[in-house]
Each structure stands twice: as C-alpha cells, then as structure tokens.
C-alpha cells in the first residue's frame, strides 16, 4: 500500500500545483476521466513494480532462522534470511525504489517548487498566506508518510548493530503512524 501511497501524494501534489498555478483552468485540466486514469496508473504501477518481489523471494533458498527484525515481512528482511546470492533481488529492489519513490518524491518537491514560486507572485501579504495555508496540510501528509519510511530504511540499512526494538519500533511507526494521522 505505500506505493499506493506514494502515487496517491504524487496526483494530489498535482491537484495542489493545477489548484494555485492555473485555477481558470483546473475543472477543465482534472476531469473525472483525468482522475480515473491518474488511479488507474497508481493502481497498474503499483502491481507491475510489486508483482515479480514474491517470485524473487521464492526463488531463495532460506537457510538462516526465520525471525524478521520487523513486525511486517519487509523485501530486504526476506533477503536477509537467504544463503544464496541475492544480487538480482538487490538490483530490483533499489531499481523499484528509486522508480517509484524517488520519482515521486522528485515530481512532488518540483510541484511545491513551481507552487511557491507562484505564490511569491502574488501582490498581496494576505493572499499569499491564504494560497500557502491551502498546501500546508498537503505537506504535513508528505512528510508524515516520507519520514517514517526513511527512517525505517535508515535503520534497516545502516542499523545493522542497533538494538531489536529500535527495528521494531521503527517499522512500527512507518506501518501504523502515516495511515493514522493521514485524515487529521
């Protein structure tokens, strides 16, 4: 689901951009066709990009303990737990994060950034912290989903000697916090 997530933030940061940049136009740019597909693509991106990871894991042979540092089974965890080379499952791994993530978070902070360049425009004092207001809760969801991803991939990359609650703390925050403070 965070892919889904992530694709989800990407179209709203779109919203926001069509929204404040070129508001004559936003019911003509964002028709209901326009949002079907936008969910359609999220949606086939989502499952094209996932669909190969249980293959991949399947192919190992897992000859290590089967505990998993977190309380979720994580792509990189599983891989940790095989004694075969996994080279392939590495390569795929980092070619869908940075596809779908990064792109992601790259298309959105480029939204924001036209955003603000467009609101530093604007003539007004008050109608520039009205056009920001609108974007600030946007934002808030942004790091509210990007950070705890981070951090979980902090830990699990470079936390190699950190204690286990600290792994399962971590995977618990990214798992539970951004779907619980996502509507408020």
Known sequence: FSMM???ILLAMSFDRYVAICDPLH????????AIASMGAAVTARSFITLFPL????KRLPI???????HSYCLHPDMMKLACADITINNIYGLLVLISTFGMD???IFFSYLLILHSIMAIA??????????????HILTVLVFYVPMIGV???HRFGK???RYLHVLMSNVYLFVPPVLNPV
């Open 153 to 155: 991939s902090t830990v």
């Open 63 to 69: 000859c290590k303990s089967n505990i998993l540092s």
């Open 26 to 33: 936003y019911v003509a740019v964002l028709t209901n066709g």
């Open 124 to 137: 007004s004092h008050e109608e520039c912290l009205k056009a920001l207001s609108t974007c600030v809760s």
């Open 5 to 7: 997530e992530s694709g």
């Open 105 to 107: 978070l790259f298309f």
């Open 161 to 163: 000697h950190a204690p």
């Open 54 to 57: 249980p293959f991949l894991i």
